[in-house]
T-cell receptor, first 114, second 114 residues
Framework: AQSVTQLDSQVPVFEEAPVELRCNYS??????LFWYVQYPNQGLQLLLK??????LVKGINGFEAEFNKSQTSFHLRKPSVHISDTAEYFC????????????FGDGTTLTVKP | NAGVTQTPKFQVLKTGQSMTLQCAQD?????MSWYRQDPGMGLRLIHY???????DQGEVPNGYNVSRSTTEDFPLRLLSAAPSQTSVYFC?????????????FGPGTRLTVT
């Protein structure tokens, strides 16, 4: 069964510091990877996605992620965070089989402190 | 485009009551799904549909029914509400089953069962 592990449930950082949110997934031949962000009392919105091609993908709000097939990881990074980045972040994987269902990680709460 | 809409935003039910959570999308997406979000557990797939007239179970289908009579609508029915169904429910949709895996989420329905 497909699975996604977000290695940190909470990540507190100070404003303007760099941040990395870690995500590992169970191995498969063909995967599509996503990071979504959820602000309080809202639905999820897409930050970035990896479908194929370059392993470094850039998303909205200055976030980027790197697909590492050998380590089955898709870590999210931002070089300098803002207070407004405080939110919950979800990593998700969709396999190119099984009707294309998606599996989500448990989420990482990023708290940016002044 | 309104995107994905959900009604109601909030609902309180007594144990044993039934209700329907509404979901609609105006993007002509084939794939629609229902998730529940519980603290520390990410999003878990309840039911999904790959097109009108086709539905299937996800990870946690017990106590829920769905139908898909049109491309636009995908209602979720709670047959006999239980306190364990207290959760936030999200509906999502995405484009053609093959080749487009980015999901668009509704704003959610917060359900409390007493």
């Amino acid at each position: 069964a497909q699975s996604v592990t977000q290695l940190d449930s909470q990540v507190p950082v100070f404003e303007e510091a760099p941040v990395e949110l870690r995500c590992n997934y169970s191995s498969s031949v063909s995967v599509y990877l996503f990071w979504y962000v959820q602000y309080p009392n809202q639905g999820l919105q897409l930050l970035l996605k990896y479908l194929s091609g370059s392993t470094l993908v850039k998303g909205i709000n200055g976030f980027e992620a790197e697909f590492n097939k050998s380590q089955t990881s898709f870590h999210l990074r931002k070089p300098s965070v803002h207070i407004s980045d405080t939110a919950e972040y979800f990593c998700a994987v969709t396999y190119n089989t099984n009707a294309g269902k998606s599996t989500f990680g448990d989420g990482t709460t990023l708290t940016v402190k002044p | 485009n309104a995107g994905v809409t959900q009604t109601p935003k909030f609902q309180v039910l007594k144990t044993g009551q039934s209700m329907t959570l509404q979901c609609a999308q105006d993007m002509n997406h084939e794939y629609m799904s229902w998730y529940r979000q519980d603290p520390g557990m990410g999003l878990r797939l309840i039911h999904y549909s790959v097109g009108a007239g086709i539905t299937d179970q996800g990870e946690v289908p017990n106590g829920y029914n769905v139908s898909r009579s049109t491309t636009e609508d995908f209602p979720l029915r709670l047959l006999s509400a239980a306190p364990s169904q207290t959760s936030v429910y999200f509906c999502a949709s995405r484009g053609p089953t093959r080749g487009s895996y980015e999901q668009y989420f509704g704003p959610g329905t917060r359900l409390t069962v007493t």
